[in-house]
T-cell receptor, first 113, second 110 residues
C-alpha cells in the first residue's frame, strides 16, 4: 500500500524568503503525485500534479515541485513566499490501479512579516 | 456548478444521533470520493463511487457508516449512532481525472 511522509509538520519562514516543503512516498509503481493547499475552513485546492513526463512540475501561485524517483521524493518549492501563502500543504499520491489519494499528515507553512 | 459543494458546512450532533452529509459534485464528473480529516491530520479515504456504483468502501471505519449515490450525481454519507470519535471534517471530491474537493462538513459529536 502507498504511504506518504511529510517530514516537517511546521515550517516558519520570513516573507520573500525561499521555502521547500518535503514529501517522500513509498511506492514507485505507476505513482502519481499531487500537492494540495488548504486555507482555514476551506477545502483542498490543487497546486500541482505529476503524472508523467518532465520531472519538474510548475503549478499555481509560483510553486513548483520535482519528482525524484531515486529518492522517492516530490518536494515543493517556491523561490519567494508571500504572507498569503500561509496555509496547510498536503502531499498526496496514488499508484497502480487505486483511484483514491493517500495523503501525508500535512505541513503548516507560516510566512512571517 | 462551478465547484463541489457540501452541506451542511457545520453539524453538531449528540452522541447516538444519526447524521446525513450531502455532496454535490461538479457536473459531469463520473468519480466521487469521500474522505475523513481528523484534526491536525491529512484526509483519509472512506469510499469511492463511479457513477452510481460504489466500487470501493474499504475505508469506511465501521458498519455505522453508509454512503450512497443513487442517480450517479449527488451523494450522501450517513453516519448512524454517532460517537465522539466520529468528530472530524468530512471532505467530498469529484473527478474526471484530477480530484477537486469541496469545502467539507465539520461534524462535532458531543
Amino acid at each position: 500500500a502507498q504511504s506518504v511522509t511529510q517530514l516537517d509538520s511546521q515550517v516558519p519562514v520570513f516573507e520573500e524568503a525561499p521555502v521547500e516543503l518535503r514529501c517522500n512516498y513509498s511506492s514507485s509503481v505507476s505513482v502519481y503525485l499531487f500537492w494540495y493547499v488548504q486555507y482555514p475552513n476551506q477545502g483542498l485546492q490543487l497546486l500541482l500534479k505529476y503524472l508523467s513526463g518532465s520531472t519538474l512540475v510548475k503549478g499555481i501561485n509560483g510553486f513548483e515541485a520535482e519528482f525524484n524517483k531515486s529518492q522517492t521524493s516530490f518536494h515543493l518549492r517556491k523561490p519567494s513566499v508571500h504572507i498569503s501563502d500561509t496555509a496547510e500543504y498536503f502531499c498526496a499520491a496514488t499508484s497502480g490501479s487505486a483511484r483514491q489519494l493517500t495523503f501525508g499528515s500535512g505541513t503548516q507553512l507560516t510566512v512571517l512579516p | 456548478g462551478a465547484g463541489v459543494s457540501q452541506s451542511p458546512r457545520y453539524k453538531v450532533a449528540k452522541r447516538g444521533q444519526d447524521v446525513a452529509l450531502r455532496c454535490d459534485p461538479i457536473s459531469g464528473h463520473v468519480s466521487l470520493f469521500w474522505y475523513q480529516q481528523a484534526l491536525g491530520q491529512g484526509p483519509e479515504f472512506l469510499t469511492y463511487f463511479q457513477n452510481e456504483a460504489q466500487l470501493d468502501k474499504s475505508g469506511l471505519p465501521s458498519d455505522r457508516f453508509f454512503a450512497e449515490r443513487p442517480e450517479g450525481s449527488v451523494s450522501t454519507l450517513k453516519i448512524q449512532r454517532t460517537q465522539q470519535e466520529d468528530s472530524a471534517v468530512y471532505l467530498c471530491a469529484s473527478a474526471h481525472d484530477t480530484q477537486y474537493f469541496g469545502p467539507g462538513t465539520r461534524l462535532t459529536v458531543l
